[in-house]
């Protein structure tokens, strides 16, 4: 059985600007294996980068946890 290199757990994401919450990501569970090859589509301003920069650690994520081995 594979180990998770990477995790996240209820992970979450909303900016606040002039009193208006934009929820950018909501509750992903993720875990990315060694040796794996993982893809991350979707349409323009669906959130891919915000996820990127939480499993990162580049951004803060609003809530949940991101686990690195």
Do not use: W
Request: net charge negative; hydrophobic share 35%; aromatic share 8%.
């Amino acid at each position: 059985m594979k180990n998770a290199i990477l995790s996240s757990r209820s992970l979450a994401k909303s900016y606040a600007a002039d009193d208006v919450q934009t929820h950018v990501l909501g509750s992903v569970d993720l875990d990315l294996y060694e040796g794996d090859f993982t893809t991350i589509m979707g349409p323009s301003g669906s959130g891919k980068s915000t996820l990127l920069y939480c499993l990162s650690g580049m951004d803060a994520p609003t809530a949940g946890d991101v686990t690195f081995q």
